[in-house]
Each structure stands twice: as C-alpha cells, then as structure tokens.
C-alpha cells in the first residue's frame, strides 16, 4: 500500500488538489503535523464525479466473481497492513490501541459481508393479472454514491459505505473529515489500489466544507449520499440531496439512554455503563449519554460506577494500556467543559474529574443530575458520564422519550421480560437488553429513528440503500387491448 498521503486520488492517480488552500493534519495528543494536503477545489470533485460516472457504466457489466475477487483481494491487504492502519487510527484520530484494534476488526467484517453481495442481487420472477405476461424485478446499482465519512470512527464508518457499494457496482467519490483525510478516505485509495479496483471507481477528494462541502452533494452525478456526522449537518445534507431528488443515507446524533431497573444486576451494569460511556472517550454517535438508574439502587450505583470509573487510565493512546485518550480537537473540550459548568450550575454536582490537560479530559462523573441540565439535552459526545434518579417505569419511558433522537440504547434487568417491555417502548433504532449502547455488527441494520437519521446500514439493509429496482415485463403471447384497439379499426 502507498503510504504517501499528501496527495488526493482521482481516476487512479494521486494527484495535488488545486484550491489555493492546504489541509494540515495533525495528531490530536502530541500536536505533531501529521502530513499537509493541498486541498480539492470544485472542479477537483467535477472530476472525479465524472471519472467515477464513466469507471460506473462497465463495473456495472462485470460478473460477480470479478467484484468479489477485487473485494477478497482487499480482505487480503487490509490484513497485510493491520499495523499501518491501527498505528494511523491512534495518530490521527485519537484511537487508544484498544479501540483501534477493535475498529480494524470490525472493519474486516464490514468488508467480508460486502464480499458476498456481488452474489446476492437478487431479483424476482412474478405473476401478473394479464394473460401471456412475465413480470420481472431486477436489482441493479443506483451509479455513483457520495460519501462524506467523520472523524471519530473513520475507517470503519468509510468502509460501511464503500465496500458495499462497490460491490453492488456502484462508483465512489469520498470527502472524509479535514480531522481525518488519511483513515476516513486516503487509505481506502491506497488499499483498493492494491486490490486491483478498476481506475475510477474510487474517488478522494480532501477539501474544506464551505469550499467543496455543499457540492459534493448537488453536484448533479451522485444518486445517493451518504453521511454520518452531526444532526444539523445531516439535515442540511437532507434539504440539499431532496431539492435533488437524491437518495440520502443519514447516521446522524445520538441522545442515547442506559436504564438500569430496581432489579438489575449492579455489577454487570457498571461494567456495560463503564464501556458504553467512556470507550473511545464517548465520541461515538451509539456512546451513552444519559444514565438512568432506579432511586432504589441510585447511591449504591452511583458509589461503584464512580469507584471504577477513578481507575480508567487516561492521557496517551499510543500506550497499549490507555482506556481514554484525547478528543479530536481543542474546541471540543471547550464545549464539553462550557457544558459541565452550566450543568453545575444549575445544581449538579462533579464526583470525578471535570478537567483537561490539552485535549484529554479526564474521565468525569456529575450526580444530582436532572433531563433538562445541559449535558443531558445535548449530545456529549465526550468522556462524560451523568446519573439520573427516577422512581417508575413510566417516568423513565418519558424521560428517555423527551429528546428528538432515537439512535441506541440500553436498559439491565434481572427480568428479561421486564427489561424487553421497556425496550419496545423507547424510540430508538437500536436498543440492547443487559448490554450497552455501543454495538454494531456486520449483518444487522444500523441505524436510528427520529432525529438520528434516515436509512440502514449493513447487511440486506444496506443492500436495499444502495441499489434500486427495476421492473421489466414481457408479453409472451399477443396482448388483447378490448374495445379501445378494436374501435381504431372501424
């Protein structure tokens, strides 16, 4: 793989981008510039739509053993290179070893499910209410998706969309997040270079948001966008892509809700909080944000959550041992932080840590916390964790409900039953029962409801994203039109 990443890709080539504008990367712990890019410009993006759009038309012709051949091969080099990219995960996007890891593996098995979908377009042979006729239904590719891939998981949340719409024959054009260039966009150019991806089909272009942001989105080639990041962000996006009658699929924020019942197990459900909170520093869209816990089992809760919550190492995520790293950027500390003193304000109180060194903020913990403070009606999305007391089963369902997102979710129980019921009535594209929040697999949808997004990834779901259907009809025996033909022969 080409290691090189001061260049963008188009057509096959890397190339320098031709805005007057450089994109500078540097590593959110040390500082440290990481590589500098010159940025893509609009007609940059013009280019590789159309290169993209004509590399489309053949890539839609091959059989399925070549898409899945150059999808296999591409299981083969992201093995080969397993250090490079976990080493450019930690120094690029803040990733601890952990974590890291962890998103390599569950990239692998994004790309191992898209592997199989050259093989599953499948279509359908139906009846039909006229004599003589065979209706058919083809699924084909919608041509050229845009991608706009985040920064916070960058190479697992790219690769989600890019391998499954290529292997459904579809062409890409990647703006990652000026965060992440290298591992929500450069890498992939690189890594299906290897792969021996035909010249065209896959497309990097690094460039500012108020120079190319719009776009990428308008530009009149894409038939689908996708997205993950922000809500506003996301809702823009929407207004654009529809004024286009472009397809979106939008993973947007998350609100999401831990519930442990009067009967849960305290132990196990300290230990799910501790992971759906503070993994990946909470900057993930499934990450918790608001714990709800019984006043029955509130303090006893609380006592141990903030006991091991104390023990978390925090500060360099190139030490293997490092469970909290730093946050992408200095101004999302600075948001975070804005938040806590309003929350203490307005009476919460901080148990543990509440302070930043650069850009790792310690592991922090608020009591005495109630769903209208701050921190509980924004999204965190930081290593800040905050309990709220409730007394009834129906105030909690409430509570849960009150914020317009519905992304994931967690409610412990000893009563499975118990635990199930509460679940079917929080508003959320994904609940998990004695679990937490931060689960994602290859083969299940991904996605939210509300203000958390639109569409599913994943497995058949993403199949359906990508693809669209195509009814086609034959009349096998001649066709009697009734009295409208007959009165034309008078």
């Known amino acids: 793989m080409k290691t090189d990443f001061s260049k963008i890709f188009i057509n096959g080539e890397w190339t320098s981008g031709s805005s007057d504008s450089q994109m500078k990367n540097t590593n959110p712990f040390t500082g440290e510039e990481l590589v ?3 940025a893509a410009d609009k007609n940059d993006l013009d280019a590789a ?3 993209a759009e004509t590399a489309q038309l053949e890539w839609a012709k091959e059989l399925p053993q070549a898409k899945q051949a150059v999808m296999e091969k591409a299981i083969e080099v992201m093995k080969e290179n397993k250090e490079l990219i976990i080493e450019w995960l930690i120094k ?4 601890t070893k952990i974590k ?7 990239s692998m098995n994004i790309l191992k499910e898209a592997a ?16 003589g006729k065979e209706n058919r239904v083809y699924r084909n590719p919608l041509g050229v998706i845009g991608i706009i891939s985040p920064w916070n998981f960058p190479f697992h949340l790219a ?6 719409a290529l ?8 703006k990652p997040a000026t965060d992440t260039p290298v591992t929500g966009g450069l890498l992939f150019a690189s890594l299906f270079e290897a792969a021996g991806l035909p010249k065209g089909l896959l497309n990097v272009v690094v460039g500012r948001g108020s120079e190319i942001g719009d776009d990428i989105v308008t530009h009149p080639t894409p038939r689908l966008i996708s997205f993950t990041g922000s809500t506003p962000v996301g809702k823009h996006i929407g207004e654009l892509a529809g004024g286009a009658l472009k397809k979106t699929a939008l993973e947007l924020g998350g609100n999401n809700n831990f519930i442990v019942l009067e009967d849960a197990d305290i132990d196990q459900a300290v230990e ?3 992971f759906g909170k503070f993994y990946h520093q909470g900057q993930i869209c499934m990450s918790i944000n608001r714990i709800f816990v019984h006043k029955d089992i509130y303090d006893e809760f609380a006592e141990q959550f903030i006991e091991r919550a104390g023990k978390l190492k925090y500060g360099n995520p190139a030490e293997a041992d490092t469970q909290v790293g730093p946050l992408i950027n200095r101004d999302q500390v600075d948001r975070i932080l804005k938040d806590i003193d309003a929350t203490v304000e307005q009476g919460a109180k901080i148990r543990l840590g509440g302070k930043a060194d650069g850009n790792v903020l310690q592991p922090t913990v608020l009591t005495g916390v109630t769903n209208d403070m701050p921190l509980a009606e924004n999204e965190i999305f930081g290593p800040v964790a905050i309990l709220i007391p409730f007394e009834s089963d129906e105030e909690v369902i409430e509570q849960a409900n009150k914020y317009p997102f519905g992304l994931s979710g967690a409610v412990h129980s000893a009563n499975i039953e118990h635990g199930t019921n509460i679940a079917h009535q929080i508003e959320t594209g994904m609940i998990h029962v004695n679990d937490q929040s931060v689960n994602d697999e290859a083969h299940m949808p991904f996605g939210g409801e509300k203000d958390s997004g639109l569409g599913r990834f994943n497995g058949e779901w993403v199949l359906e994203e990508f693809t669209t259907l195509k009814w086609l009809s034959v009349q096998h025996q001649r066709r009697q039109y009734g009295a409208f033909v007959d009165n034309t022969k008078k």
Do not use: C, D, H
């Open 36 to 38: 500098t890019t010159q």
């Open 49 to 51: 739509y159309k290169a």
């Open 92 to 95: 690029e996007a803040g990733s």
């Open 100 to 106: 890291a890891t962890v998103e390599f593996g569950a």
């Open 116 to 131: 199989t979908f050259p093989f599953r377009m499948e279509g359908k042979i139906m009846p039909s209410q006229q004599p």
């Open 159 to 164: 690769i989600r969309s890019i391998a499954p």
């Open 167 to 174: 292997a459904t024959g579809n062409a890409v054009v990647i």
């Open 272 to 274: 799910s909080a501790l």
